[in-house]
């Protein structure tokens, strides 16, 4: 799964890497903890053109009456999405790329949660596949939201040691091809990143909490 990450890329630059036009109320970076709800940079092709604008991290189906109307959907299963009646339209027709820098995931050491930050092994930036929905009540349309989940797969070999769920990470060619550009054939990209694509290391504890902020969440200690 996935249900943390950092984004310290400028969006000027995250415009440039993707060929998109950047809206104006992207989120502030860096940010070394972007949790659930949080608003999030998403790259998606409309009218011809690519677009960098946030998105709200956690999906909300269309039947929803209010967000909180039922689980917060932050990932969406790979093997499963495109019969999940929540993902189903939105895997065919509204595919996005969220980006990021590095994400975090946890392994346990008796009770204790330890924090594993984990990054591309060449220091690019992180391309997570995604699907969106614009949510909102059809009697308050100013309630309006676009909303966007985290496509997840099982884990490589290497990352299996720390969760057995992962991101799916789209390479640079690849991401015309999500994102509707390039035709068919995007369910062919949901599988684990190849075995040397991602390193690791351990940071503090300090990043379970939701409200921990800062550089230092990154930062290597030993294990």
């Not at 995931?105 to 984990?118: A, K, V």
Request: proline fraction near 10%.
């Amino acid at each position: 799964m996935c249900g943390r990450f950092a984004v310290t890329l400028p969006p000027d630059a995250m415009a440039q890497l993707f060929n998109a036009v950047p809206a104006n109320d992207l989120p502030d970076v860096p940010n070394y903890n972007v949790c659930p709800t949080n608003a999030v940079h998403t790259v998606t092709h409309q009218d011809g053109q690519r677009w960098l604008a946030p998105m709200r991290w956690g999906f909300i189906p269309h039947w929803y009456k209010k967000p909180n109307d039922g689980p917060l959907l932050i990932n969406a299963r790979a093997e499963t999405i495109a019969d999940k009646p929540a993902f189903r339209m939105a895997c065919r027709e509204r595919r996005a790329v969220i980006v990021a820098t590095g994400f975090y995931e946890w392994t346990r050491d008796g009770d204790t949660r330890l924090p594993w930050y984990i990054t591309r092994s060449d220091g690019a930036p992180l391309a997570f596949a995604a699907v969106w929905q614009d949510w909102h009540i059809p009697a308050a349309p100013e309630t309006r939201q676009r909303t966007a989940a985290i496509v997840t797969t099982a884990a490589n070999k290497p990352m299996s040691a720390i969760h057995h769920r992962m991101p799916v990470i789209l390479e640079p060619d690849d991401i015309g091809l999500w994102l509707g550009e390039k035709g068919k054939g995007a369910a062919t990209l949901m599988r684990a990143a190849p075995e040397d694509a991602l390193q690791w290391h351990r940071v503090p504890v300090a990043v379970n909490s939701n409200r921990a902020s800062g550089p230092d969440l990154i930062e290597p200690i030993d294990d």
